[in-house]
Structure formats: structure tokens, C-alpha cells
């Protein structure tokens, strides 16, 4: 499987990520996000770090248009997304996965029609409706659910799984879209460390196997710099550090956390 | 009725006036109603004794007519299910379009009004309504029972779908999936257990009010029923309700059995 | 992998998929002998927008003029038929739902009766009541305040048992423990739990009653429906509208009171 969509892959342009002078501001004057500018391409895995409410949840929203960002403009594989609307949204956005903090799956649904979910924005509503998806997507799926060790679970319900086997099925899901880039919101939040590390394995060992640059919302300092080769500080709404792990020091976290005894 | 709990706890044996007086006030106003409906024990006393005539003259009940009640029995149970098919099948998407956290205003507006409009008279009225516009038959009743079903179904289905959790949907919006299949997967299977539970019990609810709306001329049993009831022929009646009963219990066995299907 | 041997997804198992399908048969087939055989004369829907059309202009204008002299009184029979016929409904609903609730009553035998008199009032539609008590009573109120509180019995009793058999034990357990008399039991550890679900049940039937008592005037049970049966028959069609305008003003009223109350109690 992965040499197909090796293959596959080659021939197209570098999958990659530019955000240019992103600006989001829910009441106005006020803005949350301020002229956020980076670019992730290849098979990078970033790590954005920053206090709570300094908006890495709204910079991840506005890449896919769920929050609409008040300027600036995004770019997926050099498309800009920002002016979509409509059905070329749509097309848009099947182009990038995400991945959530509380998995988002539909609980009542098995494990193998949420990751079919992934492939909703390629099927009619018609083949949805009928659960008539193409073989060749349901034989991906199946390969991406041995691949994270979920092959026993294909015909469970969604409510039946443990946290980790969730975000499992919730990355699945994300990967079978074929993204260009990958978002996750917080992925680890909601498990034990044990998992969190379990699931970041997952997430860098696909993204890299598919080839798909990744952006990862963390609190987790550690995990992030032991699975990423970025990371982006926020702090107040723009970017305060960006550079690999590495250079990453505790006067970065002050500026970025503010405070130190914490860092203790 | 927190204030009188309160009350309770901190002196548990002392008279709870509030509810003294609200009792005594409920006391005062049915005997001022009763004298107002000239509602009297007496008349109540009187109308016992008619009672036992009455139920004396219904035993035996009269089958003898079975095939006239045969073929109203069909055409009630035929008004129930045509009414409840194409009740279920336009509220499913007016219950949809009423829902306020999957669609806009402009759009929920419409339809909530539509299905407050539905719920608003009392189906008889409705089947008078009806009985006027397509004229005296089942036609009438059929059209009643579908309007009252969107005015149950549509509302309660409305509240069901808002209280889903949203983030699946979220998470499909983000997938970039038609809005059509965005329902289908995220919201639909949160939900339908619910509409199926909703769509029988408006079932037997039809089943039951397709045996009345007769009564204004709009089709079924009811019509039979209210001239036997015209005509004091009582025994015939007795045939008629115990039929409907029967009926009615028939039907709450099979949907039992259909929502075990379901489960 | 190779595209030889494909994976097989399906999303119920086959006797699922059958039963499903059973029961959608089953519908489709009794949906299709229905319309094929209920007598239903299409011209008469053709027709339909002219007589809808010619019914609006007969019900315009609204005799408003009709409502001190012929529609007031019997608007005010109306609600207090809905009135009287609930707080009837509530006094037998309280015996009969505690009859009804198997963790107060434990003897089977009682609760079996309690379900068969709340089942036996639910099963018959008000309407029909309304025949059965005009044919008992007579004509007027009292048939109809009967017919609305019998109606209700069922319904106020089922919820009520059901809101007792919810109760937290462990207050009516130290009671018990205590030696309190049946009597305090009931009304210190039970009620205080059910009372705030019993007010909202009653005043949920009221708003109920309200419509229905506007309407078992049709068969002779009192109240506004009287009105409106006299005036279909004499094809007063303007009266009639003003009929159907007050009975949708009190229902609105009778609604907007409910909510509010319901507010403050919960
Ligand atoms: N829909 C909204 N309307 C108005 N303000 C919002 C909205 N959503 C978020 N905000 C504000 O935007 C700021 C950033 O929120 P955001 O959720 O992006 O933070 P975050 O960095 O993801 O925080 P956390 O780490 O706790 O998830 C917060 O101050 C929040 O109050
Ligand atoms: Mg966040």
C-alpha cells in the first residue's frame, strides 16, 4: 500500500502549508490572532506551544475555514483557500485533515463508517447514503486500520472504543481524506500520558509515511519536542519562537508562558 | 414548589400556609366553577342511573352488522397508515429545517412557524377544515392526520436533533462533506432512533384519531360510531368501541415488536 | 496487497439487513393496498384550492360583533371545563398513580389495577368519551367536565407513578427506619421528591384540556365547540372564523401561562 501512494505521491507538487499574515479578531479592534505568518512543506511535523487561550485553536479553525479569518490568506499546496466559499470550499477542505481533541467521531457509527467518513467530500450523497464506497476506499481503509492496530474493531461501534482507540479511528479518518496537510487540535488532551505518547507515534509515523506535513496543537512541551522537528510559540497572538526543538530554551518558555516557577 | 421543599427541611412539622391557601383557593374555585357549569351532585347521581341503562342496553354487543364493521375498521387503519407515511416522510425534513443550531434563521423561521401552525387547532377542527375543502371521505382524514403528524413529529424532531452533540458534525464540515452527507453521518444516526420512537407513537396516535375524525365526516369508523350513537343504538356501539380497543391494542403490540427491529 | 482478494464491508449483519427489510416491506405493502383501495375521488382535490378559496371569503368578514352575545360565555364554560375537569383528574390521578407505583404499593394485584384503569382511560380518544358521557349525562358541561377529567386520569396518573417509582429511596429509608406512620412517609419523603414533576404534569394536561374542551362541544359535551357546531350547521361561516380566531387566542394564552409558570416551579 504505501509504495502506491509513494508512487502516486512523486508525481505531484510538494504537499505544503503557507500562512500569510493571518489576522483574526472575533470582536473587532480586539484581535486574537495578529498577522500570523509560516509555511510547512514536505514532511515537516510542527508543534505549536503557547499559553492557554492565545488562540492555537482559532490559528487551526481559520486554516480550514471553520472560523472564518478576518485577513490574511492560506495557502494548501499553493491554492489559496481564503477566498472560497461554497462547493470549491468544499473541495478545498477535503484536502485538509484534522484531527480533534475530543475525537469527533459519531459515536453510533462503527469504526469502519468513520473512517469512511474521511472519504464523504469524494462520494456523492447518493453512494454515502447507499454506504457504496468505491472498493478501492474501503480496502485503503482497512489497510490503515491494520496499520494502527485496529483491525479486530471494524465493525464496533465508535462508543465501544477506549480514548486512544478513538483518536486512532478520529486519524484514520483524517488520513483517508488524502490531505495535504494535517491538522490536530490538542490530540493528546484527553488521554494518559502513556497513550498521548502512543498517539503521537501514530500521528508523525503516518504523516511521514504518507507524506503529509503536519501541525499539532500541543500543551505537552516534552512531547513536542521529542516527535516534532518544529515548533512555533505563541504568545498574545503572534509568534514569539520558531525554530527546531533544540533551540528551544527556558527563557523561550518564559517569554511564551510568562512566569517561571513553573518551569521547576 | 423549592420554597415549600425548603420549608419542609428547616421545620419539618410546621404548616406549609402557601399551600395551605393554594389548596383552599383550588377547593373555592371548583365549587364556584361547578355552580358556574351548573355541575351538580344531584344531575351527577341522576346521570349514574342513566349509566347503568346505558351500559345495560349495550350488552350483548350487536355483531350482526360485522361486514359493515369490517370495512370501517379497514378504512380507518388505511387513513392511519397513508397519514402516518406521508406525515413521517415531510416532517423528517421539516423537523430538519427547524433545527436552529444546523441551520440559519431565515430558514428554521419558516418551518417552525409551519409546524406551530400544525399543532395550533385541534385535528377535529382541522378535519372540519378539510371535510369542507375536499368534500366528506377519508381524503379529509388523511389530510388531518398528515398535518397533525408534522405538528408532533416535525416539533419533537426539531428538539431531538437540537440537542446532538455537534461535534461530529464539525468534524465532517471540516472534512469538506456535502451538507446532505454531513446529515446523513453526523446527525441522522444521533437521532433516528428517536424519529422511529416519534413515528410509531404517532402511529397508534393516528390510529386512535382516524377512529374519530368520522365524527365531522372525514372518514373511518367515528362516522358509523356517531350514528349508531344518534340512532341510541347502543348494542351496535358497544360492537364499535369494542373493536376500536382491539384494534388499538393490536397495533401497540406490532409497534413494540417493530421498535425491537430497531433497536 | 493485491486487488484479488478484496475486503468485504457490509454495515448490519444479514438478519439484520432482513429484518430491517421485513418491516419496510411489510409498511411499503400495507402503504400500497391502502392507496389503491381507500376511496379517495381525486376531482375532489383538484377542487380543492377553489372551495378553500370560496371558504375564506365566506369566514370574511369575522363577525366580531357575534362574540358578547353568543361566544364569551361559552369561551369561559370552555376553560373552566379544562379547569374543573384537571383538578377532578388530579384529585383521582393521586390515589391511582400511588396504586400505579411498585416501589410504594408492593402488591402486584393493586398496581395491575391502577394499569388497566390508566391504560383503559389513555386507549379511548376524548372525543369519543365526550360521546359516552353525553349519552350518560346528557347534553352540557357536566358530560364534558367528566369526559376531560376521565381523560386526564390516565394520563396525569401514568407520569405521576412514573415520577414516584424515580424517587431517591434514601430519604423514605430513614423515614421508615425512624417508625414514621404511612401517611408521613408519603408526604415527607415522597411527595417533596415527585410534587415539582407532578405540578408540571398537571399544568401540561391543562394546556392539553384547554384545546380538547374546545372541541367536545362537536359531539353535545359543552363549552365552545357547542358554538361552532351551531354555527357549521346554519353555514354562519364568518361566525365560525370568529370561533376558531377565540379558540386560538385562549389556546396561545392558555400556552404563554404554562411556560411561565412552568419557569417559576422548575
Ligand atoms: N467563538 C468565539 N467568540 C469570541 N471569542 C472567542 C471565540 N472562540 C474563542 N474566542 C477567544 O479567542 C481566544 C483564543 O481562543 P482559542 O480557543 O483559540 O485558544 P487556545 O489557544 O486554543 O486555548 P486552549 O489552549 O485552552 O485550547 C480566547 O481568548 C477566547 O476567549
Ligand atoms: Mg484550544
Given at each position: 500500500m504505501t509504495t502506491r501512494t509513494g508512487n502516486a505521491l512523486a508525481a505531484q507538487p510538494e504537499r505544503s502549508l503557507r500562512v500569510e499574515h493571518l489576522v483574526k479578531a472575533y470582536q473587532p479592534g480586539k484581535p486574537v490572532l495578529n498577522d500570523i505568518s509560516f509555511e510547512v512543506r514536505g514532511q515537516n511535523s510542527v508543534a505549536i506551544i503557547g499559553p492557554s487561550g492565545t488562540g492555537k485553536s482559532t490559528l487551526i479553525r481559520c486554516v480550514n475555514k471553520l472560523i472564518p479569518p478576518t485577513s490574511g490568506a492560506v495557502f494548501v499546496s499553493g491554492e489559496n483557500i481564503s477566498r472560497l466559499s461554497g462547493r470549491a470550499l468544499r473541495h478545498a477542505r477535503r484536502k485538509i485533515g484534522m484531527v480533534f481533541q475530543e475525537f469527533n467521531l459519531v459515536e453510533r457509527l462503527t469504526v469502519m463508517e468513520n473512517v469512511l467518513c474521511g472519504r464523504l467530500g469524494y462520494v456523492s450523497v447518493w453512494q454515502a447514503w447507499r454506504r457504496t464506497y468505491p472498493q478501492d476506499d474501503i480496502d485503503r481503509a482497512f489497510a490503515l486500520l491494520e496499520s494502527i492496530g485496529l483491525a479486530d474493531f471494524v465493525h464496533q461501534r465508535a462508543d465501544s472504543l477506549s480514548g486512544g482507540q478513538r483518536q486512532r479511528v478520529g486519524i484514520a479518518r483524517a488520513i483517508m481524506q488524502e490531505p495535504h496537510v494535517l491538522l490536530a487540535d490538542e490530540p493528546t488532551s484527553s488521554l494518559d500520558p502513556k497513550t498521548s505518547v502512543e498517539i503521537m507515534e501514530v500521528l508523525v509515523q503516518l504523516s511521514e509515511v504518507h507524506r503529509i506535513p503536519l501541525i499539532i496543537n500541543i500543551h505537552d512541551v516534552e512531547l513536542a519536542r521529542r516527535f516534532t522537528s518544529r515548533i512555533i510559540g505563541l504568545s498574545q497572538g503572534g509568534i514569539v519562537f520558531d525554530g527546531p526543538p533544540a533551540e528551544l530554551s527556558n527563557d523561550h518558555l518564559k517569554t511564551i508562558y510568562g512566569g517561571e516557577a513553573w518551569l521547576q | 414548589m423549592s420554597g415549600a421543599e425548603a420549608f419542609c427541611r428547616e421545620r419539618p412539622f410546621k404548616v406549609n400556609w402557601p399551600v395551605r391557601c393554594a389548596w383552599f383557593a383550588a377547593i373555592l374555585y371548583a365549587l364556584y366553577a361547578a355552580n358556574y357549569l351548573d355541575v351538580s351532585w344531584a344531575r351527577f347521581v341522576v346521570g349514574l342511573g342513566n349509566g347503568a341503562t346505558f351500559l345495560a342496553e349495550m350488552?350483548?354487543?350487536?355483531?350482526?352488522r360485522w361486514q359493515l364493521l369490517i370495512d370501517n375498521l379497514i378504512e380507518t387503519v388505511e387513513i392511519a397508515i397513508i397519514a402516518s407515511a406521508f406525515g413521517v416522510l415531510f416532517s423528517l425534513p421539516i423537523g430538519l429545517l427547524a433545527a436552529r443550531n444546523l441551520l440559519p434563521s431565515w430558514v428554521t423561521w419558516p418551518a417552525r412557524t409551519f409546524i406551530a401552525l400544525c399543532r395550533s387547532f385541534h385535528p377535529v377542527i382541522f378535519a372540519i377544515l378539510f371535510v369542507k375543502a375536499v368534500g366528506f371521505g377519508p381524503l379529509a382524514g388523511i389530510l388531518t392526520l398528515v398535518f397533525a403528524s408534522i405538528g408532533f413529529i416535525g416539533k419533537l424532531f426539531a428538539e431531538a436533533i437540537e440537542e446532538i452533540s455537534l461535534k461530529p458534525v464539525e468534524a465532517l464540515r471540516a472534512s469538506g462533506a456535502p451538507f446532505i452527507s454531513v446529515i446523513i453521518y453526523a446527525v441522522l444516526p444521533q437521532v433516528l432512533n428517536r424519529f422511529i420512537g416519534f413515528a410509531s407513537y404517532q402511529f397508534d396516535a393516528n390510529l386512535r384519531n382516524s377512529t374519530m375524525v368520522g365524527i365531522v365526516g372525514a372518514g373511518g369508523i367515528g362516522g358509523t360510531m356517531f350514528a349508531a350513537f344518534q340512532r341510541f343504538d347502543y348494542d351496535f356501539l358497544a360492537a364499535i368501541l369494542l373493536s376500536i380497543i382491539g384494534l388499538v391494542m393490536l397495533s401497540e403490540f406490532i409497534s413494540i415488536r417493530i421498535k425491537r427491529v430497531f433497536q | 496487497m493485491t486487488t484479488a482478494d478484496h475486503y468485504r464491508w457490509q454495515r448490519f449483519t444479514p438478519r439484520e439487513r432482513l429484518a430491517r427489510f421485513a418491516v419496510f416491506l411489510g409498511f411499503a405493502v400495507a402503504l400500497a393496498a391502502s392507496m389503491r383501495t381507500v376511496e379517495v375521488i381525486p376531482e375532489f382535490l383538484y377542487d380543492a384550492p377553489t372551495q378553500v378559496l370560496d371558504l375564506f371569503k365566506r369566514m370574511w368578514p369575522i363577525e366580531y360583533s357575534y362574540y358578547p352575545e353568543g361566544v364569551h360565555h361559552a369561551l369561559v364554560e370552555t376553560l373552566h371545563i379544562a379547569s374543573l375537569g384537571t383538578l377532578l383528574a388530579i384529585v383521582m390521578a393521586i390515589p391511582v398513580g400511588i396504586l400505579g407505583a411498585s416501589n410504594i404499593v408492593r402488591v402486584p394485584a393493586l398496581n395491575w389495577l391502577a394499569k388497566l384503569i390508566l391504560v383503559s382511560s389513555r386507549s379511548v380518544n376524548t372525543l369519543v368519551w365526550a360521546l359516552l358521557f353525553v349519552a350518560v349525562f346528557g347534553p352540557g358541561a357536566l358530560a364534558g367536565t367528566i369526559c376531560i377529567a376521565f381523560r386526564s386520569i390516565g394520563f396525569v396518573g401514568k407520569l405521576f407513578a412514573e415520577a414516584l417509582e424515580e424517587c431517591d429511596p434514601g430519604p423514605i429509608e430513614a423515614l421508615t427506619a425512624a417508625g414514621a406512620p404511612w401517611p408521613s412517609v408519603f408526604l415527607k419523603g415522597f411527595w417533596p421528591q415527585a410534587a415539582p414533576a407532578f405540578w408540571g404534569i398537571a399544568l401540561f394536561r391543562w394546556d392539553i384540556n384547554v384545546r380538547e374542551s374546545a372541541v367536545i362541544g362537536l359531539v353535545?359535551?359543552?363549552?365552545?365547540g357547542m358554538v361552532l357546531d351551531t354555527a357549521m350547521n346554519l353555514f354562519h361561516w364568518d361566525r365560525v372564523a370568529l370561533v376558531l380566531l377565540s379558540i386560538f387566542s385562549v389556546v396561545i394564552i392558555a400556552e404563554l401561562v404554562v411556560t411561565n409558570i412552568r419557569k417559576r416551579i422548575i
Open positions: - | 350488552v350483548p354487543p350487536d355483531f350482526s | 353535545g359535551a359543552g363549552g365552545i
